[in-house]
């Protein structure tokens, strides 16, 4: 069982940055890919970013590529999402995620966590 729970999510201006954080209570943390999914009022959740289990792969939604940036460290069981540059349209839930893929399809995804609010307005 692996149960993520997110943090970090706050009022951002445009423009501006914020990293979320994901920390997951199990031993075997580096055996899941990990995803961040967002979901706006009255959309769809969406896929943000994905990562592999070692770190050294990386996905993103065409919306966010060159903005965010995923990122983990095993040894903490932790994975983050450095968002930089932070549009109005980024405002939404934010939830992590982990699956044995790395994949942009929430479906992959066995776990989930309750999510953060980020909302980005001036």
């Known amino acids: 069982q692996v149960q993520p729970v997110e943090s970090g999510g706050r009022l951002v201006q445009p423009g501006g940055s914020l990293r979320l954080s994901c920390a997951a209570s199990?031993?075997?943390?580096?055996?899941?890919?990990m995803g961040w999914f967002r979901q706006a009022p009255g959309k769809e959740r969406e896929f943000v970013a994905a990562?592999?289990?070692?770190?050294?792969?990386?996905y993103y939604a065409d919306s966010v590529k060159g903005r965010f940036t995923i990122s983990r460290d095993n040894a903490k069981n932790t994975v983050y999402l450095q968002m930089n540059s932070l549009k109005p349209e980024d405002t939404a839930v934010y939830y992590c995620?982990?699956?044995?893929?790395?994949?942009?399809?929430?479906?992959?995804?066995?776990?989930w966590g309750q999510g953060t609010q980020v909302t980005v307005s001036s």
């Open positions: 990562i592999n289990w070692s770190g050294d792969r990386t």
């Open positions: 199990t031993r075997t943390f580096a055996n899941y890919a």
């Open positions: 995620a982990a699956g044995p893929y790395s994949g942009t399809m929430s479906t992959v995804y066995d776990y």
